[in-house]
């Protein structure tokens, strides 16, 4: 993907940070908003995987940090969750001027309440979905705790939350009080997935049902059987990107993902601002090639010889199979380990000279299991060798460019 650092002012001018995940090798079909947590921040590792699969699928996702966390400008006490909601509709103006307008909101616990308030807002929204969302803003207080007392009492009070400090102040609890979400729920007209676990034990999924109740059609619910309330393991929240993406294909206009177009087999194609992310068309398939992290690419597909290597491996498992079938020996399967190199030549005749002295070398390391003896081992490995790929390498060939319009 393509990250990119963005800032945009919220309501009183403060100037809030956000980061924008592109999808690589394609301009995004659509723009999403994902809303963080209380007192989380765009930087949250679910948040980062949920966004980073959601532009994997096509989609431009802008994670931001609210008002007073992270790297955005303001203090948090003065914070609350209507100005949460603010945030959210200034994100969606900043994409629609810059990018363009957000048709999907994903939010996560009280996030998950700022989006489906911020989507009422705003008409470009078709789909909204909640994780972990509480069906009450003021649910949070419960965090709260003891201090909720004190907070009411002198006006504020330091609360530890997660093992940050947080100054809270009386009006975020009038201003949580004052929300009623649902009133909002019952008439809207956007999509709505809930995704919600049974064993989150910081929003039970009592909380669920209560939003799926209180929304109209049409409303999805999914839910999300072992997951934590901050989806702390990868899998959980790689696993809601996926639901995320395929489920709003049906409520958005998702374009059949665009082919590179060729009228020979194998094609690749690479634009200017794509670094080393190239698309390429294999036959009726479509690919992407790369260069690691380490030689300056983003490592979104192999490189080149990855792409050589492992052709010759396919056709090597492809060519002793196919031989063991005929011969009808129990082959149960055959693989093959392959590393690219370049590496002295096993002769000498070339050592004198010495920009010849090295040659490029597949180094292939092959296993085969099922009931089979060594004599037999010993004849698909030289089968091996004569798979087709092998031979092309391994002969002269001729490679013939020439510019075409």
């Known amino acids: 993907m393509n990250v990119q650092k963005i800032t945009f002012q919220n309501k009183t001018g403060e100037i809030l940070t956000g980061r924008m995940e592109l999808p690589a090798g394609q301009k995004p079909h659509q723009y999403a908003i994902f809303a963080h947590c209380f007192t989380c921040t765009k930087n949250l590792t679910a948040v980062v995987n949920i966004s980073r699969t959601l532009a994997q699928a096509g989609f431009g996702v802008l994670r931001f940090d609210f008002t007073g966390l992270g790297e955005s400008e303001g203090d948090f006490a003065d914070t609350n969750f209507s ?6 509709v200034e994100a969606a103006r900043f994409l ?15 996030g998950g309440s700022a989006v489906i308030f911020a989507a009422a807002q705003l008409d470009s929204v078709r789909a909204v979905t ?47 009080e004052s929300q009623n979400l649902a009133e909002i729920i019952h008439r809207f007209e956007k999509s709505l997935l809930i995704m919600h676990s049974p064993q989150d034990q910081t929003v039970e999924i009592m909380n669920a049902e209560k939003l799926y109740k209180a929304a109209r059609h049409p409303k999805s619910f999914i839910t999300l059987d072992g997951a934590d309330h901050l989806l702390s393991k990868k899998a959980d ?29 194998v094609a690749a194609s690479l634009d200017s601002q794509e670094g080393f992310t ?27 010889y990855a792409y050589v290597a492992g052709g010759l491996a396919a056709c090597k498992v492809m060519t002793v199979q196919m031989y063991a079938k005929r011969k009808k020996w129990d082959l149960q ?25 090295k040659i490029d070398t597949f180094s292939c390391e092959i296993s085969f299991t099922g009931d089979l003896s060594e004599a037999q081992k010993e004849r698909l490995l030289e089968i091996s060798d004569r798979c087709p790929v092998h031979r092309t390498l391994t002969r002269d060939i001729q490679i013939i460019s020439q510019l075409i319009e």
């Open 130 to 176: 909640t994780i972990g969302a509480p069906s009450d803003p003021a649910h949070v207080q419960r965090l709260l705790k003891d201090s909720r007392e004190e907070i009411i009492k002198n006006g504020k009070a330091t609360v530890n939350l997660e093992g940050r400090d947080f100054t809270i102040k009386k009006q975020f609890l009038d201003d949580l």
């Open 333 to 357: 399967n055959a693989t093959v380990h392959i590393n690219h190199s370049r590496e002295h030549r096993v002769d000498a005749v070339h050592a004198e000279n010495e920009s010849s002295a």
């Open 83 to 88: 100005g949460n909601v603010e945030d959210l």
């Open 96 to 110: 629609e001027e810059n990018y363009e307008a957000p048709t999907l909101l994903v939010g996560h616990s009280l």
């Open 278 to 304: 190239t698309k390429m068309k294999l036959g009726k398939h479509s690919s992407l090639a790369d260069e690691p992290v380490s030689f300056g690419g983003k490592d979104f597909g192999p490189d080149p």
């Open 237 to 265: 929240s790689r696993y809601v990107g996926q639901v995320i993406a395929g489920w709003a294909s049906r409520y958005l206009e998702i374009p059949e993902k665009e082919e590179l177009l060729s009228h020979k087999n």
